[in-house]
């Protein structure tokens, strides 16, 4: 049994590449979970935060409902620009094949994938509005 394999230039260069990452990463990770320095001081004194608590802060009055509702269409909005994204990475992997049946098979691939996270954000969509709408009009008063 070998104990030694031969190794090929993209691998040994990959090797190298995930050294580099590993030793940046140690290096890098102290400063990123280091505690920081708090200064603590009267917040009232810059924030007029004792003000706000006494005129109420005023965030909203908006109903529980709606501000789910809310909450809901910016997610599936997210969703949506996702799947667009999916769909636009695979068209431009297939401009990019060169001819390559294999990279055009995965380029169709992912532009499929794409196409169905389309379809099932918008019915996700239709569903919530129709849910939440009844739900609006079943509870309100």
Do not use: C, H
Not at 73 to 100: D, H, K, P, Q, T
């Amino acid at each position: 049994m070998d104990l030694f394999v031969p190794l090929n230039i993209k691998t040994v260069k990959f090797m190298a590449l995930l050294k580099k990452i590993f030793v940046l990463s140690l290096l890098l990770t102290p400063a990123l979970v280091a505690p920081q320095v708090t200064l603590a001081d009267n917040a009232d004194a810059y924030y007029g935060v004792n003000d706000l608590i006494q005129q109420g802060v005023r965030l909203g009055n908006k109903d529980l409902r709606t501000a789910i509702a809310g909450i809901i269409n910016v997610l599936l909005g997210f969703l949506g620009v996702i799947a667009v994204l999916l769909f636009l990475l695979g068209g431009f992997r297939w401009m990019l094949s060169m001819g390559s049946s294999e990279k055009i098979d995965e380029a169709k691939k992912t532009m499929g994938a794409g196409i169905v996270g389309i379809a099932i954000v918008l019915s996700a969509y239709a569903i919530a509005s129709f849910v939440l709408g009844e739900l609006y009009n079943a509870t309100r008063q």
